[in-house]
């Protein structure tokens, strides 16, 4: 059996499980296409696991629900952050996680005594030259960032009309990007106020993306639309993005939820 916790941040939802003082099962990315689906699963974007790490307080490995191991996942590692405290491995409000993408700090906000939101450390962005993208007859502006992981980041108008599921394979796969990417279409509402969609790498369109919120603002910042700091309004609700000029990083604050735990047979038949 696995044991899991089903969490969500802003509804971009994964499967937790606890690898720090028992093995998980060795095939992750199988593990993950079968828990991940939807009508033959638990459901979700993905699931995250829990591991020791020699760098940090906890490991943590994330499989999109295709199966690929995503490098790093803002909504995640928020919830990574509140399940660690919940489970009593940290006792503090301060927590180090390891990921493909870097050592990311952590900041728990807790409401009577139960960790409510987390502000992560995200790191410094990397904003490349734009580029121009040929999708069907339409060509798009697109600026590359990278958060540890890839992303595309598009500023159009009427992103609530876009249809994803057509649109956002032809970015993730475009031979623009060798290693796939996710995708960000951003409309501007005020400069500390923008709307975005998400297209993530292996899992399709999501309710929200933690690091496509910051690259989003980091690409904002560098074209001229946006302040540093900035509210992202996502399907599943807002974050606050901050990108210091002091320190040149960015700071990501938004919500933790559990929504339930269980266990699975393995082979989720």
Request: charged share 20%.
């Amino acid at each position: 059996m696995v044991y899991f916790t089903k969490m969500h941040g802003l509804g971009n939802d994964y499967i937790y499980l606890d690898g720090m003082g028992a093995p998980l099962p060795e095939d992750l990315p199988a593990l993950s296409r079968r828990l991940s689906h939807r009508h033959f699963g638990i459901g979700g974007d993905g699931i995250i696991c829990m591991l020791p790490s020699h760098e940090a307080d906890v490991r943590m490995r994330i499989f999109n629900a295709d199966g690929s191991e995503g490098e790093m996942c803002g909504n995640g590692i928020r919830c990574v952050g509140k399940l660690l405290a919940d489970l009593g491995y940290i006792a503090g409000d301060t927590i180090t996680v390891e990921t493909l993408a870097g050592v990311r700090g952590l900041t728990l906000h807790r409401r009577g005594g139960a960790v409510e939101s987390v502000t992560v450390d995200m790191g410094r962005p990397v904003v490349s030259a734009l580029l121009t993208l040929d999708i069907g007859q339409t060509a798009y502006q697109v600026t590359p960032v990278s958060m540890g992981n890839p992303h595309a980041v598009l500023f159009l108008t009427g992103i609530d009309t876009l249809d994803l599921p057509a649109l956002g394979p032809h970015f993730e796969r475009h031979s623009a990007f060798p290693n796939r990417t996710n995708t960000e279409f951003i409309q501007v509402i005020r400069p500390d106020l923008i709307a975005m969609r998400v297209w993530e790498r292996g899992s399709g369109e999501t309710m929200a993306c933690g690091t496509g919120a910051c690259a989003a603002l980091a690409a904002g910042v560098a074209r001229g639309y946006t302040a540093r700091r900035a509210v992202v309004r996502l399907l599943g609700g807002d974050l606050s993005i901050d990108w210091s000029e002091r320190e040149d990083k960015i700071y990501m604050t938004g919500p933790a939820v559990t929504v339930y735990k269980g266990e699975v047979d393995d082979g989720c038949h």
